[in-house]
């Protein structure tokens, strides 16, 4: 399908490889490297909002991990792309790749190793997904023109797909409208790679497939997360029409999922929206009736949302194929609204329980400790992979950068597990 849409350009490699097996697309080589990697895998033991293995309630369907999100993410992207004209090879690999670089914990020990590498660069699990594909998940060996040694190019991925999975697309501090931005998509160490990714592309501009990855990554995690909410008792439906419930809502959305300037009123008449629909879940017991209904209101909430993208650029841009940095995905305000209202119910009745700050600030604690335990310790309680990494290493500032790969590549389980070890081997 790459076809005239995609250019010998799109599909070159950092270190040009011939297939193993003939008539495949250089994007369905990229979504099968992806598929098979060893750092997807790991995402199923990694915080999506749940902690993986907690249960609240006992008919508590199992909650989703950032492995379960991430298939979610493609299959909506995936089909998203395709009935826009994107090669949903090539969708669906930016879509599972989007997470990899989230360490243990999800975002809070995001924000946590954040704090411990402030002085080597930061931490972004954006930056560190192009780094686990470009350079930490070892799949291609190449000997290095400078020292002649094997030096990892990760998973070699065509151009295309490296842009596609880029969700911001410039370095830290240099967001194109706000330098204090937390985000950015790639740390100084890895802006060669970046800067061959990105070539030929206008600045600090997403491509289109980025774009449909981004939506979907939006539509996913936030049908899905008041899903699990409603599954695990914390949310209560009727509390929805409650005044008083909403103003926390409309707090817990404005200035993290919308502007700091949105109207209230934009955000009730959105989430009346939704409850105005005949098939919104307006209660839950757990019955196998209600698991019908409400896994049908998420088929419903997904395609709405899909749909108003759709409608929306094909308005805006014709019925032709739609790839790269010809088009921009167009997405209704009031489909945006609609969704930052179902991430601010999870946020307000899932997130902001008591139990999961408690959790959220021993998960802090842990991280940090451990941070501190392989930076005095090291190249002790590194992985094999890492420990090369780190004798190799010529100053601190990289070595520090070692232990921060190592720690993101952890999974919950792993990072408590090593946290024991070297906290309780302390002299």
């Known amino acids: 399908m790459e076809g005239t849409a995609y250019t010998p350009t799109d599909i070159d490699r950092w270190d040009p490889e011939p297939d193993k097996r003939p008539g495949r697309t250089a ?19 990694k915080t999506q909002v749940v902690t993986p293995g907690s249960r609240t309630q006992i008919w508590d369907a199992s909650p989703r991990t950032r492995l379960t999100h ?53 931490f972004e699990g954006n930056a560190q997904s192009l780094r686990l594909l470009t350079r930490i998940e070892p799949k291609r060996f190449v000997h290095s023109e400078r020292t002649g040694e094997l030096v990892s190019v990760g998973l070699n991925l065509t151009r295309a797909a490296l842009d596609a999975a880029t969700k911001y697309p410039w370095p830290r501090g240099a967001h194109p409208t706000d330098p204090d931005s937390p985000k950015f998509g790639v740390y100084e160490d890895d802006l060669p790679v970046f800067a061959w990714a990105r070539e030929g ?35 209560d439906p009727t509390c929805l029409y409650s005044e008083q419930e909403r103003a926390g809502i409309w707090t817990a959305a404005i200035g993290r999922y919308v502007d700091e300037d949105t109207d209230p009123h934009e955000l009730a008449e959105a989430l009346d929206r939704l409850l105005d629909q005949e098939w919104w879940p307006h209660g839950y017991d757990g019955s196998a009736v209600a698991q019908a209904r409400l896994k049908d209101a998420t088929s419903q909430l997904i395609g709405r949302f899909c749909l108003a993208a759709e409608a929306a650029t094909r308005a805006s841009y014709g019925t032709g194929r739609l790839t790269r ?103």
């Open 27 to 45: 994007f369905q080589r990229d979504r099968a490297r992806v598929l098979h990697s060893s750092a997807l895998r790991r995402l199923a033991g």
């Open 325 to 427: 940095y010809a088009a921009e995905l167009v997405v209704p305000r009031e489909a945006r609204m609609e969704c930052a209202v179902l991430k601010a119910v999870a946020d307000r009745y899932v997130m902001q329980r008591e139990e999961q700050e408690r959790l959220r600030a021993d998960q802090r604690i842990v991280l940090a400790e451990l941070a501190e335990a392989l930076t005095a310790r090291a190249p002790e309680g590194l992985d094999p992979q890492f420990r090369a990494l780190f004798d190799a290493a010529c100053d601190d500032r990289t070595r520090k950068r070692v232990v921060v790969d190592q720690i993101a590549s952890l999974t919950d389980a792993s990072a408590r597990a090593l946290h024991r070890l070297l906290t309780a081997a302390r002299p």
């Open 70 to 122: 991430s298939l979610e993410c493609a299959q909506v992207g995936r089909e998203l792309g395709a009935a826009l004209g994107c090669d949903p090879d090539l969708v669906e690999a930016a879509c599972l790749s989007h997470d990899m670089g989230h360490p243990p914990f999800g975002h809070n020990g995001e924000q946590a190793l954040n704090d411990f590498a402030k002085d080597c660069g930061g």
């Open 201 to 235: 592309a206008p600045d600090d501009r997403k491509c289109f497939e980025a774009q449909v990855m981004d939506w979907s990554d939006d539509v996913a995690y936030s049908v899905h997360d008041v899903e699990d909410g409603l599954h695990a008792g914390h949310i």
